[in-house]
């Protein structure tokens, strides 16, 4: 892959920096975690998987502000979060948000049955167990306090949108960080680096790889910070964006008791 600029100063709204507080709370994260296991979830884990939300969502952000950019808008609409997508794989992240949204209709593929018949596309459950779907309404307030402190205006499909990804991450977050626990380990699960054909694979990150985290400790009954860091490393491809999300999430527990 060809070496990606570097990203410019921030000035203006967005110098409030971001790592300063995350605008998903520890609470709201211990109550998605709640509807994914009974596991306890420690305060640093807590805020490790605030830091890597606010990550993953701040990059996305980044990515469609170029693309409004490029078309001299300010205020961000859908069309600009694909074309983030598009521009950088690393950012394709809460996947199962796009049955549910307007804005991803035709972009997961046209279903056809054995006899040549398009599959209507899945209708929203109804079951009353929660979801990360059904919860998206409860990331509004972060998504517009990470909007604003990007110097960026949305939309409401846009906000609408991010809430549903940032949902949808943070449950798949939960679940591979509890199968973290309860398999001991990160040893089943493999890596991907983005390569371009023809270009040398780079040399692995030691200390974030998941054969350096797969030598868990702590109890059977608790999700610590290093679960969230092994379960982002599934989450997120072996990339920038991987790199980075781990680094701030270090940085956002280094004063965080475990309890």
């Known amino acids: 892959m060809t070496a990606q600029p570097a990203r410019p100063e921030r000035s203006g709204p967005e110098t409030a920096s971001v790592m300063d507080v995350s605008p998903f ?13 009974p596991m306890h979830v420690s305060r640093s884990a807590a805020w490790a998987a605030a830091s890597v939300t606010r990550t993953v969502l701040t990059e996305i952000i980044d990515g ?3 693309a409004a950019a490029a078309e001299a808008r300010k205020k961000l609409i859908p069309g ?18 796009y049955d549910h949204s307007p804005t991803f209709q035709g972009l997961t593929g046209v279903l056809y049955d054995a006899e040549g018949v398009i599959v209507p596309s899945r209708k929203r459950s109804r079951s009353r167990k929660p979801s ?59 890596t991907v680096t983005l390569v371009m054909s023809g270009e040398p694979a780079p040399p692995p990150f030691l200390k974030d790889s998941p054969r350096a985290l797969s030598a868990r400790k702590g109890d ?40």
Do not use: C, Y
Request: without cysteine; glycine residues 10%; positive net charge.
């Open 25 to 37: 709370k520890p609470s709201l994260v211990k109550a998605v975690f709640r509807d994914v296991t």
């Open 64 to 66: 469609a502000r170029r």
């Open 80 to 97: 600009d979060l694909l074309s983030a997508i598009d521009r950088n794989v690393e950012l394709e992240v809460g996947a199962k948000w």
């Open 132 to 190: 990360a779907v059904v919860g998206a309404h409860r990331f509004e307030a972060g998504v517009k306090k990470l909007l604003w402190s990007q110097g960026a205006t949305a939309v409401p499909a846009m906000v609408r949108d991010l809430d549903g990804i940032a949902s949808v991450f943070l449950t798949d977050l939960a679940r591979d960080a509890a199968t973290v626990v309860r398999e001991g380990g990160v040893e089943r699960f493999g």
């Open 220 to 259: 059977g009954r608790t999700i610590g910070r290093d679960d969230i860091l092994a379960a982002t490393t599934i989450q997120l491809f072996g990339g920038n964006l991987r790199q980075r999300a781990l680094t701030e999430a270090r940085e956002a527990t280094q004063n965080t008791s475990a309890g």
